[in-house]
C-alpha cells in the first residue's frame, strides 16, 4: 500500500474489495473496479454487491435483479427471480413467487424453491447460504419455526421434531 490516491473519480459509494474487485457507485451507474482503480465492468448497473465464487449480484433498475461473472456477462438474467443471495460452497440462493431454492454456479436450479423463509431467518442480504455442504433454513412446522439443515440434493438432514429455534415473531 503506498497511500497515494488510486481514483480521480466522485464516486458516490465504494466498497471493499473480494475476489480483486469492488462495487463502485459512479453518477452514472455501478461498476467493478480493480485494485488498480481500474474498471473491469463499466458503471451500468443501479446498484452491485460484492463477488462471491466468481459472481456477483447485480441490480439492473427497473429490469430487476441478477447475476453476473467477472466479466459482467449475465449467468442469470435481470429479472427472472425476485431476490438473490451470495454464492457460497457453489450455490446461491434465490427467490421464486416467495420460496426459496438454489442455483448453481451456471445459474441452473440446483435445489426448486420450496421453502418459504421469513425476513428475520433470510441472513440479511446475504440470503440463506450453504457452508460444509449444509444450509441452515427456518422453516414453519406445525404453528412453530424450526431450523432443518439441507443437503446440496435439498435433502431435510434433521428430523422435523428436532426444533432449533421458535417462538412468535
Not at 4 to 13: D, I, S, T
Request: charged letters at 20%; aromatic letters at 12%; proline letters at 7%.
Amino acid at each position: 500500500v503506498t497511500g497515494r490516491r488510486m481514483l480521480g473519480l466522485q464516486a458516490k459509494r465504494l466498497w471493499g474489495f473480494s475476489e480483486g474487485l469492488s462495487p463502485m457507485k459512479l453518477p452514472e451507474g455501478t461498476g467493478y473496479i480493480d485494485r488498480r482503480g481500474n474498471f473491469v465492468i463499466p458503471p451500468r448497473f443501479a446498484n452491485g454487491w460484492a463477488f462471491s465464487e466468481g459472481r456477483a449480484v447485480v441490480d439492473a433498475g427497473d429490469a430487476g435483479c441478477g447475476v453476473i461473472n467477472r466479466q459482467g456477462r449475465w449467468v442469470v438474467p435481470p429479472g427472472k427471480y425476485e431476490a438473490f443471495g451470495s454464492y457460497s460452497d457453489g450455490l446461491c440462493a434465490f427467490r421464486n413467487n416467495k420460496k426459496w431454492g438454489f442455483l448453481d454456479r451456471d445459474g441452473n436450479i440446483a435445489i426448486p424453491p420450496a421453502y418459504e423463509i421469513p425476513e428475520v431467518f433470510q441472513m440479511g442480504s446475504n440470503g440463506p447460504q450453504f457452508h460444509d455442504g449444509r444450509c441452515l433454513l427456518m422453516v414453519m412446522q406445525d404453528g412453530i419455526w424450526c431450523g432443518i439443515y439441507i443437503s446440496w440434493a435439498g435433502k431435510r438432514l434433521v428430523l422435523p421434531d428436532r426444533v432449533l429455534g421458535g417462538g412468535n415473531f
